[in-house]
């Protein structure tokens, strides 16, 4: 993990990471842009398994930007630890993804999982799904630069395509 900032803790890398997201997604109107930017730039930092986007459409969430192997397409709603995000409206942090009731196994090689619901006045408008090959690769530190990455995304009055 940490393939670009290796002499960094995990706190240190999202620090780091924070103003850069910030700068790529400024000005930029167009959230498919701005999904692959963030979904590249915390793929490269920590040599994520998985990294990427699911966009809510209707009752579903489809495959949006992401870096990592082939991934799921459509995701319903309340359904494997993306679906549940979504339903909840809140963070879903999974230790072992095989312990999971209902997980969807888009790639054996997942071992943990976090998903962080992108809001957006009051509403689940996409995920951002991190998967690892490692087993309890998320925690507290994970859960909380992620949701600042996931509120940076679409706060921002200018971003306003979907």
């Known amino acids: ?35 692959a930017n963030v979904a ?3 793929h490269e930092a920590f040599g994520f398994w998985w990294t990427g986007f699911y966009r809510v459409e209707g009752d579903s969430l489809v495959l949006g930007p992401f870096q990592g192997p082939i991934a799921c397409t459509r995701i319903p709603y309340g359904r494997g630890v993306c679906g549940t995000a979504w339903q909840r ?49 998320f925690d507290e530190t994970d859960q909380l630069y992620l949701e600042q990455i996931a509120n940076i995304l679409f706060k921002s009055e200018q971003c306003t395509a979907f």
């Open 1 to 35: 993990m940490y393939a670009q900032y290796t002499t960094m803790n995990k706190s240190e890398t999202y620090q780091s990471l924070l103003p850069q997201l910030k700068a790529l997604v400024a000005g930029e109107s167009d959230a498919i842009a701005n999904m």
């Open 89 to 137: 409206g809140e963070t879903v942090v999974v230790p072992d993804v095989h312990a999971f009731a209902g997980h969807i196994a888009c790639s054996s090689a997942s071992n943990s999982e976090i998903v962080v619901p992108v809001i957006r006045d009051g509403q689940v408008i996409a995920v951002l799904d991190i998967d690892s090959t490692d087993y309890s690769a």
């Open 40 to 42: 590249a730039a915390l």
